[in-house]
């Protein structure tokens, strides 16, 4: 018996093998649209209403800007969800700085890591620094960096963030750990954390 989850994977791999990476995207968009959704509800979630983007907006962005990745549909599931995130990133940060918000001011709510599954830190920070600080972790531990973009920026599980980067559950937990403390750190916040 196949499954959504069985259907999009092999719809995704069929995008992918395609060399002109057309048809089946419009048969996926039904299947994944309600995930999407909902990574895009939980990503605005934490602008608390600074943000005029609407999770339809940011889900269509973001489809538009996967349907024309090279690689993007051709790894499966969970690497098209794990992209998502990465491009729900994009358009949030890419939207602040279109909308004049600057770092610590210009109206933009604060965003906290509490809001996210399994944060348990005080801090807050508004996008751009977030953005910021995951690049510069990016720079000296790259999959953490994704781990934080995955869980965070895309609202994926832990077993979801797994499969999308091809390491064990335990390993992304490890990886958490690490970036949310490092961030935390580098947002100015040191000293706020409870233990998990």
């Known amino acids: 018996m196949t499954t959504p989850d069985d259907r999009i994977t092999a719809l995704l791999l069929d995008t992918g093998a395609r060399p002109d990476g057309g048809a089946p995207l419009g048969e996926l968009l039904p299947l994944v649209y309600a995930e999407l959704h909902r990574m895009a509800q939980r990503r605005l979630r934490h602008e608390r209403g600074a943000v005029t983007l609407s999770p339809t907006e940011l889900v269509h962005e973001a489809y538009l800007r996967l349907a024309g990745a090279d690689g993007v549909t051709a790894r499966g ?42 944060v348990d830190q005080r801090g807050e920070a508004d996008v751009l620094d977030i953005d910021d ?8 531990a790259e999959r953490p960096a994704r781990v934080v973009e ?43 954390a409870e233990p998990a």
Not at 150 to 171: K, M, N, Q, Y
Request: a positive charge; proline letters at 1%.
């Open 77 to 118: 599931r969970a690497y098209f969800f794990a992209a998502a995130a990465q491009a729900m990133r994009r358009i949030v940060v890419e939207y602040a700085r279109s909308r004049g918000r600057l770092k610590r001011g210009g109206g933009q709510a604060a965003l906290t890591l509490e809001d996210v599954e399994a």
């Open 150 to 192: 995955c869980r965070f920026f895309g609202g994926l599980t832990v077993e979801e963030t797994a499969l999308a980067l091809d390491i064990t559950p335990r390993t992304v937990n490890r990886d958490w750990a690490f970036a949310r403390a490092w961030l935390v750190d580098q947002l100015g916040h040191a000293g706020t």
């Open 133 to 140: 600080a995951l690049d510069r972790l990016a720079a000296v």
